[in-house]
Nanobody, 127 residues
Framework: VQLQASGGGLVQPGGSLRLSCTAS????????VAWFRQAPGKGREGVSC????????YYTDSAKGRFTISRDNAKNTVYLQMNSLKPEDTAVYFC?????????????????????WGQGTQVTVSS
């Protein structure tokens, strides 16, 4: 059982990146999947999640209107499309998944509720 996050890189302010979270050993379509990030010297924060029930999506305030989370079940992958990137988006981004979905309770961005984690992918927004 493994999650693989990819797609990070260096981008200028205002640019875009698409992160991918691909699972092996289990199917993501019956898991809630979330993206978290951790900036240097800061704790890990939830960015977005997509439910396993009806694929409802949830975003932290700083991501609303700029980021879009989506699923491609055929590829067993969840994406995070990030547009209008800002320097404050610079962080290591992690994806996480769990069979138990608390997103409808408003808890989808609580990291302690996720048991499967991928390694991080670095996103740097700088001119």
């Amino acid at each position: 059982v493994q999650l693989q996050a990819s797609g990070g890189g260096l981008v200028q302010p205002g640019g875009s990146l698409r992160l991918s979270c691909t699972a092996s050993g289990f199917c993501l379509d019956d898991h809630v999947v979330a993206w978290f990030r951790q900036a240097p010297g800061k704790g890990r924060e939830g960015v977005s999640c997509i439910s396993s029930f009806d694929y409802s999506t949830y975003y932290t305030d700083s991501a609303k209107g700029r980021f879009t989370i989506s699923r491609d079940n055929a590829k067993n992958t969840v994406y995070l499309q990030m547009n209008s990137l800002k320097p404050e988006d610079t962080a290591v981004y992690f994806c996480a998944a769990d069979e138990v979905d608390y997103s409808r309770k408003g808890w989808g961005l609580r990291e302690q509720l996720y048991r499967s984690w991928g390694q991080g992918t670095q996103v740097t927004v700088s001119s």
